[in-house]
């Protein structure tokens, strides 16, 4: 009963009260800033001047409750020092991500809501933090991929500019008119709903496959219309293309003796002697 006699209670109650009332305001402070920023900035820069003001509103309220509860601010910072020296040295990898995500923020290669892809991973940016970047892949996976990494490797951002090309191959037999082929792919591209009129869709000849010649197709899509362009297209391709009767040719090879006006000779020969399992050299081999 003396131990707690002696605790000042209206002390640690005071700092108790201080913390909390800290994290409310931080709290009503963030939310005051998303709201102020949500039409004059991009997520990316709400999101980080929201931490930045919550944190320095916490902070306040934490040494004014450190200060109420009796502690000296001159230890506390002192041993927060030497803390910080301490976590420096046993967690240097943390430290580099650090560093990594302040030149993230100051170069800004992406943002909240960008479609990235690094190393074979693709997904939507939900979080850009000082440590990792978190992305929700197309599959609903979540992937945290830590800004050191982001840093040292190259990262495709799908999401930088409004429209993309499209860009498929397309195989037709070689007794086919390309010319014929070509016009019918354009004409495609004129009716799709999601192909653009500017720029303008194109054909090349990429080069004499095995079995096909082949084309290469390109027309643009909105950048957000990336998989139903394709699909679609693909399916009007093979659509239209069996209906003006153009081949599309599967794999094969044709052999040929010598000349190719001449068939190669093909000849069944009856054999000579019937191997008999059960004769004296049948018995000799075994």
Do not use: C
Not at 10 to 39: H, N, P, Q, Y
Not at 52 to 67: E, K, S
Not at 227 to 249: F, H, N, W, Y
């Amino acid at each position: 009963m003396q131990f707690f006699g002696a605790i000042a209670w209206g002390k640690w109650i005071s700092t108790l009260f201080l913390l909390i009332l800290g994290i409310v305001l931080a709290s009503f402070a963030a939310r005051g800033v998303t709201r102020f920023m949500e039409d004059r900035a991009s997520r990316h820069h709400t999101v980080m001047l929201r931490r930045l003001v919550f944190y320095i509103v916490l902070a306040i309220f934490f040494v004014a409750a450190l200060r109420e509860a009796g502690f000296s601010l001159d230890v506390v910072l002192g041993a927060a020092g030497i803390l910080t020296v301490a976590i420096g040295f046993a967690s240097q990898t943390s430290a580099s991500n650090m560093i990594s995500g302040l030149f993230l923020l100051v170069e800004k290669p992406f943002e909240i809501g960008n479609f990235i892809e690094v190393e074979n991973t693709i997904g939507e940016v939900v979080s850009i933090d000082m440590l990792s970047v978190k992305l929700r892949t197309p599959d609903n996976l979540y992937v945290r991929i830590p800004n050191e990494t982001l840093i040292k490797t190259r990262v495709v951002n799908r999401s930088r500019f409004p429209i993309r090309r499209m860009d498929l191959t397309v195989g037709i037999a070689y007794a086919e008119d390309v010319e014929r082929v070509e016009k019918l792919l354009l004409a495609l591209a004129r009716q799709n709903s999601v192909s653009l009129e500017e720029p303008k869709a194109f054909v090349l000849v990429t080069g004499f496959g095995p079995s096909s010649v082949d084309l290469q197709f390109s027309f643009w899509v909105p950048s957000n219309k990336v998989l139903e362009g394709r699909s679609q297209m693909m399916v009007a391709i093979k659509k239209t293309l069996d209906e003006e009767g153009v081949e599309i040719p599967f794999p094969h090879t044709s052999i040929y003796a010598g000349s190719h006006s001449e068939p190669f000779r093909v000849e069944l020969l009856r054999p000579e002697t019937t191997t008999n399992k059960g004769g004296p050299d049948a018995d000799q081999n075994g």
